[in-house]
């Protein structure tokens, strides 16, 4: 707990000072590292609410194209990184270890969208967020069909870090009926299909609306995808998943 204090504070200082005058690039990383280490660490309450303070200043801190891992800002993301796994629509283990991605600007609207999930009784579960280029050849390379995979001539939203496969968990992760699993590219996977019940139909709407609330677009051909309305603001990257941290 004494180690935990410390850290807080040695990083309250150094984001007091950072505030209070101009402050170079080592020392900015410097802060960037200790938030990373308090969040790896933070279990107690006192240090969630540290960490909810310091979102706000660490916006001045952070650049908005950063790639950042979601899982380093808000321990409540549950992670169904389905391309890490053979369980998606090509059968092959596409990342190295499951992991989330956004660019930071992103990142900020998603932590929106699960604040205002978490008052109605929901978690955000995410199956795919940014996906390095060279991936996007090889699901290019195996699916080459246009409408159901991205030319990566072009790249998709998930190959510059602003889109997001999304669904929804009570607040025990249990998952929320959305009619088909991820990447269904069946008709039931259409965003608007009315084969399914009332409540299945409703529940893809709460995901669609509350997420175009906070700046991500909803497409018609897949319940689950969203990009962020900066478009193609970033560039295509191909920038590989860091798995020991
Ligand atoms: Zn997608």
Known sequence: MMKRSFKISSLIFIITLNINCNI?????????QSFKVINRDSSAESIKRYKSNLLDTLTAIFENDELVDVTLFSEDFILDIRYATKNNFIDTILYPCAKCLLRYEVLKDLLRVQSELKKKGYKVKLFDCYRPHSVQKIMWEKMPIVGLV???ATGSRHNRGSAIDITLTDLDGYGIDMGTDHDDLSLKGRTFYRGFNDTIFQNRMLLRTILQKNHFIGINSEWWHFSHDCGTKYKVSDVGFDCNN
């Open 24 to 32: 170079n690039e080592s020392d900015n990383n410097k802060i960037k």
């Open 150 to 152: 991205a030319d990566p």
